[in-house]
């Protein structure tokens, strides 16, 4: 597994020895830890990316998501919160392929496990990619700014998920990676991640 | 908990009677405790509550020796008032353990029935580490003269330096009448367990003779560290010069630093210009970032041109220049005005990002919040300019810095649009932050989206959380 994992915990003492306003000891990193799986299945390319909140963070997000402000969560108000939080994250995401650029896109229910971790899948689809060897690099954009580890890792993941679709027709392996985060050059800060992809030809994916 | 109903319905029945599985009845309580005692259980508190009173209350729990402590571990975070009556009658059960979980349940129900409990369990208690417990929880009571009163008599009558050392703390936090003359008894006797205790507490009055005799006793040596807090709280100017001794001779950066935020705390010319001084010489990362912080506070004009210096300076730890920056924010001078748009006019050759720097993440850390450090000092000294930027900053930027720019606006106590954007934030820290700034700037304005975080039953559970620290129960009071 890649790893690349770095938290901010030291931010709140600075903060706390900056402002005597801040109280000490309380660390503002609330989403501690992100996991990025990505493969592909032969037609489209995947990725899962897995939050993980405190308590508090998921009670923050219970109140957004309460936009009727009843005190209670409608079906049709999570629904609605999830969609454009995951519409809003699949924003981040950009493939390239050779020359293409891509922008997965949100597929599949938001999924919210009783250990306060969301699961969100995105796709694209790489049937139009050259057979042959392609240099694909995926970007994500913004994640930078967030407090917490990030992880990334190539598979789909844990069994519980369900069975792991044929990878017999394209294959994926980490090329290099660029770890770029927390830094103050907004303009390059992106996390870049090299991969080659190697798709069968068109005619044996039929 | 799993099936937490049909488990309710079974403890309930089992404290209505001789239990029936003692064995099981310890399992659930002791599991069932532990996440009422982090704070996770929501939904059954009140039933919780009313079990708890039953299960004290139960002749042949009070009398199984196995039994009672395991219920008193479950009832303690629990306890109201109609479990007051069983737990003061516990006062007179042989062993220490009981009463003394008997006393922190008393301590944490804390209504006025509780605390006449307590008042009465004094007379009778002659255990030191019992009436050590019940002088802590006395202390949940600091506005009550009668709870000042029985700690005085725990006091006098007590044989051990616990009991002292608990009554002590607890007055230290108390308006109790009998709090000063508490300390000032505690500074006669030579127990050094004792002066920690009475010196951690707030300034007393015409307590300056006793501290300078206490200092005279150290007599060339570094004085203890909770005398050197005490002068502090008490702002004794007699003792500044030698606590700058000190500070020149000490090599110990733990004292040192608390020497510095004593000279901080006293104030005056010989003071301001020792940590002057300090700053200069000193070449300690962690000494010279605290030193900034000291003299950034105090607003020591005299410091500018050093500061404009350590900031400028590539060779000085990232830290200790994001702090000068601030440090120079705080200065009400042309002259640190100037230093600061130098600064900003060279920022990005001065804090250039390499990929050294990216791969070590404590500078890269700082040097992502120098450049907010940089706009709330130009905030700070009238740039619109720089109130825009940090509108942009905290739209396209992550909680920690928007963490960082509402601090320094709630710092500032400025009426920044950034706290409305922040009163709408899901990240925990920068709602807290925002609500403090909210509540310094321009409390009215803000008092109807306080009132409507506060009516949120979401809100309310995160303020519940355990281990938070920010109090959000008190900054959702309306303003």
Same mark, same amino acid.
């Given at each position: +597994?890649?790893?690349?994992?770095?938290?901010?915990?030291?931010?709140?003492?600075?903060?706390?020895?900056?402002?005597?306003?801040?109280?000490?000891?309380?660390?503002?990193?609330?989403?501690?830890?992100? +996991? &990025?799986?990505?493969?592909?299945?032969?037609?489209?390319?995947?990725?899962?990316?897995?939050?993980?909140?405190?308590?508090?963070?998921?009670?923050?997000?219970?109140?957004?998501?309460?936009?009727?402000?009843?005190?209670?969560?409608?079906?049709?108000?999570?629904?609605?919160?999830?969609?454009?939080?995951?519409?809003?994250?699949?924003?981040?995401?950009?493939?390239?392929?050779?020359?293409?650029?891509?922008?997965?896109?949100?597929?599949?229910?938001?999924?919210?496990?009783?250990?306060?971790?969301?699961?969100?899948?995105?796709?694209?689809?790489?049937?139009?990619?050259?057979?042959?060897?392609?240099? &694909?690099? &995926?970007?994500?954009?913004?994640?930078?700014?967030?407090?917490?580890?990030?992880?990334?890792?190539?598979?789909?993941?844990?069994?519980?998920?369900?069975?792991?679709?044929?990878?017999?027709?394209?294959?994926?392996?980490?090329?290099?990676?660029?770890?770029?985060?927390?830094?103050?050059?907004?303009?390059?800060?992106?996390?870049?991640?090299?991969?080659?992809?190697?798709?069968?030809?068109?005619?044996?994916?039929? | 908990?799993?099936?937490?109903?049909?488990?309710?319905?079974?403890?309930?029945?089992?404290?209505?009677?001789?239990?029936?599985?003692?064995?099981?009845?310890?399992?659930?309580?002791?599991?069932?405790?532990?996440?009422?005692?982090?704070?996770?259980?929501?939904?059954?508190?009140?039933?919780?509550?009313?079990?708890?009173?039953?299960?004290?209350?139960?002749?042949?729990?009070?009398?199984?020796?196995?039994?009672?402590?395991?219920?008193?571990?479950?009832?303690?975070?629990?306890?109201?008032?109609?479990?007051?009556?069983?737990?003061?009658?516990?006062?007179?059960?042989? =062993?220490?353990?009981?009463?003394?979980?008997?006393?922190?349940?008393?301590?944490?129900?804390?209504?006025?029935?509780?605390?006449?409990?307590?008042?009465?369990?004094?007379?009778? !208690?002659?255990?030191?580490?019992?009436?050590?417990?019940?002088?802590?929880?006395?202390?949940?009571?600091?506005? #009550?003269?009668?709870?000042?009163?029985?700690?005085?008599?725990?006091?006098?009558?007590?044989?051990?330096?616990?009991?002292?050392?608990?009554?002590?703390?607890?007055?230290?936090?108390?308006?109790?009448?009998?709090?000063?003359?508490?300390?000032?008894?505690?500074?006669?006797?030579?127990?050094?367990?004792?002066?920690?205790?009475?010196?951690?507490?707030e300034p007393v009055p015409d307590i300056e003779q006793e501290l300078m005799r206490l200092l005279g006793t150290w007599d060339g040596k570094t004085p203890e560290p909770a005398l050197i807090d005490a002068l502090a709280a008490s702002r004794v100017q007699a003792a500044v010069p030698v606590l700058v001794e000190a500070l020149d001779r000490e090599s110990n950066i733990a004292i040192r630093l608390k020497l510095i935020f004593a000279l901080e705390k006293i104030k005056g010319t010989t003071a301001e210009q020792a940590l002057l001084e300090t700053l200069e010489e000193t070449d300690d990362e962690l000494e010279a970032e605290h030193l900034v912080s000291v003299i950034g506070r105090l607003k020591l004009s005299?410091?500018?041109?050093?500061?404009?210096?350590?900031?400028?300076?590539?060779?000085?730890?990232?830290?200790?220049?994001?702090?000068?920056?601030?440090?120079?924010?705080?200065?009400?001078?042309?002259?640190?005005?100037?230093?600061?748009?130098?600064?900003?006019? =060279?920022?990005?050759?001065?804090? =250039?990002?390499? !990929?050294?720097?990216?791969?070590?993440?404590?500078?890269?850390?700082?040097?992502?919040?120098?450049?907010?450090?940089?706009?709330?000092?130009?905030?700070?000294?009238?740039?619109?300019?720089?109130?825009? !930027?940090?509108?942009?900053?905290?739209?396209?930027?992550?909680?920690?810095?928007?963490?960082?720019?509402?601090?320094?606006?709630?710092?500032?106590?400025?009426?920044?649009?950034?706290?409305?954007?922040?009163?709408?934030?899901? !990240?925990?820290?920068?709602?807290?932050?925002?609500?403090? =700034?909210?509540?310094?700037?321009?409390?009215?304005?803000?008092?109807?989206?306080?009132?409507?975080?506060?009516?949120?039953?979401?809100?309310?559970?995160?303020?519940?959380?355990?281990?938070?620290?920010?109090?959000? #129960?008190?900054?959702?009071?309306?303003?």
């Amino acid at each position: +597994m890649k790893r690349e994992s770095r938290t901010v915990l030291l931010s709140c003492l600075v903060m706390a020895m900056v402002f005597s306003a801040a109280q000490a000891h309380e660390s503002p990193v609330e989403r501690v830890g992100r +996991m &990025l799986r990505i493969w592909t299945d032969g037609s489209r390319l995947w990725l899962r990316y897995e939050a993980e909140y405190s308590e508090r963070s998921v009670l923050l997000e219970l109140h957004a998501m309460d936009a009727n402000g009843d005190g209670a969560i409608q079906n049709e108000e999570q629904t609605a919160f999830l969609t454009t939080k995951a519409n809003a994250l699949a924003e981040h995401f950009r493939v390239r392929i050779g020359d293409a650029s891509l922008t997965p896109t949100h597929a599949g229910p938001v999924v919210l496990k009783r250990d306060w971790r969301q699961i969100c899948d995105f796709s694209v689809p790489i049937t139009d990619v050259p057979a042959g060897t392609n240099d &694909l690099r &995926l970007t994500i954009q913004g994640m930078h700014v967030q407090p917490g580890e990030f992880q990334w890792t190539i598979g789909r993941g844990e069994k519980e998920d369900g069975p792991i679709p044929s990878e017999g027709k394209a294959s994926l392996s980490a090329r290099k990676a660029q770890p770029a985060a927390h830094s103050a050059n907004r303009k390059q800060d992106c996390i870049e991640l090299d991969f080659t992809l190697i798709t069968a030809p068109i005619a044996s994916i039929r | 908990m799993a099936a937490p109903e049909s488990a309710l319905a079974w403890l309930t029945a089992q404290s209505k009677g001789k239990p029936t599985n003692p064995e099981l009845l310890l399992d659930i309580l002791e599991a069932w405790g532990t996440t009422i005692g982090i704070g996770r259980e929501r939904q059954y508190i009140p039933q919780l509550r009313a079990l708890a009173a039953q299960l004290v209350a139960n002749e042949d729990i009070r009398t199984d020796d196995t039994l009672l402590p395991g219920v008193l571990r479950f009832a303690r975070p629990l306890s109201g008032s109609e479990a007051v009556e069983s737990l003061a009658s516990l006062a007179a059960h042989p =062993a220490d353990n009981i009463r003394i979980a008997a006393v922190a349940a008393l301590g944490l129900v804390g209504d006025e029935s509780a605390l006449r409990a307590l008042l009465a369990w004094v007379e009778s !208690e002659r255990t030191p580490s019992v009436q050590a417990k019940i002088a802590e929880a006395l202390g949940r009571w600091p506005d #009550h003269p009668e709870a000042g009163a029985a700690c005085l008599k725990l006091f006098e009558r007590a044989t051990e330096s616990t009991v002292r050392r608990s009554v002590l703390y607890a007055a230290a936090s108390s308006k109790w009448p009998q709090r000063n003359g508490l300390i000032h008894q505690a500074l006669k006797m030579k127990d050094s367990m004792l002066l920690g205790a009475a010196l951690a507490a707030e300034p007393v009055p015409d307590i300056e003779q006793e501290l300078m005799r206490l200092l005279g006793t150290w007599d060339g040596k570094t004085p203890e560290p909770a005398l050197i807090d005490a002068l502090a709280a008490s702002r004794v100017q007699a003792a500044v010069p030698v606590l700058v001794e000190a500070l020149d001779r000490e090599s110990n950066i733990a004292i040192r630093l608390k020497l510095i935020f004593a000279l901080e705390k006293i104030k005056g010319t010989t003071a301001e210009q020792a940590l002057l001084e300090t700053l200069e010489e000193t070449d300690d990362e962690l000494e010279a970032e605290h030193l900034v912080s000291v003299i950034g506070r105090l607003k020591l004009s005299a410091a500018i041109p050093h500061l404009g210096r350590l900031a400028r300076n590539e060779a000085v730890p990232m830290n200790v220049r994001v702090m000068a920056i601030w440090g120079l924010g705080c200065m009400p001078d042309e002259s640190a005005s100037a230093e600061i748009e130098r600064i900003d006019a =060279a920022f990005a050759e001065l804090f =250039a990002v390499t !990929e050294a720097d990216r791969a070590d993440w404590d500078k890269a850390f700082h040097l992502s919040v120098a450049k907010p450090h940089l706009l709330l000092a130009r905030y700070r000294m009238g740039s619109a300019a720089a109130g825009e !930027e940090i509108n942009s900053m905290f739209a396209n930027d992550g909680p920690v810095v928007q963490s960082v720019l509402l601090l320094g606006i709630l710092e500032q106590k400025a009426d920044h649009p950034i706290i409305e954007k922040g009163l709408k934030s899901n !990240e925990f820290f920068v709602l807290c932050a925002a609500l403090a =700034a909210a509540r310094e700037s321009n409390p009215g304005k803000y008092r109807p989206r306080i009132r409507e975080l506060a009516a949120s039953p979401f809100i309310q559970a995160a303020a519940s959380v355990r281990g938070e620290t920010w109090n959000l #129960h008190k900054l959702l009071e309306s303003p």
